[in-house]
Antibody, heavy 126, light 108 residues
Framework: EVQLVESGGGLVQPGESLRLSCAAS????????MSWVRQAPGKGLEWVSA????????YYADSVKGRFTISRDNSKSTLYLHMNSLRAEDTAVYYC???????????????????WGQGTLVTVSS | EIVLTQSPGTLSLSPGERATLSCRAS???????LAWYQQKPGQAPRLLIY???SRATGIPDRFSGSGSGTDFTLTISRLEPEDFAVYYC?????????FGQGTKVEIK
């Protein structure tokens, strides 16, 4: 059974940093791209960042480029999101999501987000 | 960046009725890499449809997806009580991956 469990959320002040983690199990972690998606209170879904299964190919939304860094430790089946210079508008529930096997290249599988974690709340406020 | 526009914003229907949700892209979606998700309050989204028309594992056949290029549709043939929720489309053929703003399907 695929499981994704996020952790690391909390209340921080503007300008501070936070690291989110997503522990994965039930699939070959290194074969699949992973993404972070966030949802501000009462709002829709916003894709934040993605990382290929291997070779470290990273992708970012313009809203977080230069402030957030996605990484993974395939030996621990864990995905991370390092968030720096946090702003009030970064307040949201952050979900990690596994990408499905819709297409493949040398860096792994990519696709629709077939499994999601339960989310972790990040609140940026003074 | 591909902008996805969903319509209508809210759909008010009764159980047993047919729901038709639209997702229009600002430019062609590569290889029809378009997905639909369902989200209920307090829950994570759930994948319904991938690659425009393929049902995800365990999704009932009353859900179907169609379309290509810039116009995509999610159809729920007969609404069940558990289908009242918010639905999002998403393209994942190019980066940045983007979501539509959502369509809420509510009980009339």
């Amino acid at each position: 059974e695929v499981q994704l469990v996020e952790s690391g959320g909390g209340l921080v002040q503007p300008g501070e940093s936070l690291r989110l983690s997503c522990a994965a199990s039930g699939f070959t972690f290194s074969s699949y791209a992973m993404s972070w998606v966030r949802q501000a209170p009462g709002k829709g879904l916003e894709w934040v960042s993605a990382l290929s299964g291997s070779y470290g190919r990273t992708y970012y939304a313009d809203s977080v480029k230069g402030r957030f860094t996605i990484s993974r430790d395939n030996s621990k089946s864990t995905l991370y999101l390092h968030m720096n210079s946090l702003r009030a508008e970064d307040t949201a529930v952050y979900y990690c999501a596994k990408e499905g096997p819709d297409y493949y290249d040398s860096s792994g599988y990519y696709g629709g987000f077939d499994y999601w974690g339960q989310g972790t709340l990040v609140t940026v406020s003074s | 960046e591909i902008v996805l526009t969903q319509s209508p914003g809210t759909l008010s229907l009764s159980p047993g009725e047919r729901a038709t949700l639209s997702c229009r892209a600002s430019q062609s979606v590569s290889s029809s890499y378009l997905a639909w998700y369902q989200q209920k309050p307090g829950q994570a989204p759930r994948l319904l449809i991938y690659a425009a028309s393929s049902r995800a594992t365990g999704i009932p056949d009353r859900f179907s997806g169609s379309g290509s290029g810039t116009d995509f549709t999610l159809t729920i043939s007969r609404l069940e009580p558990e289908d009242f929720a918010v639905y999002y489309c998403q393209q994942y053929g190019s980066s940045p991956r983007t979501f539509g703003q959502g369509t809420k399907v509510e009980i009339k």
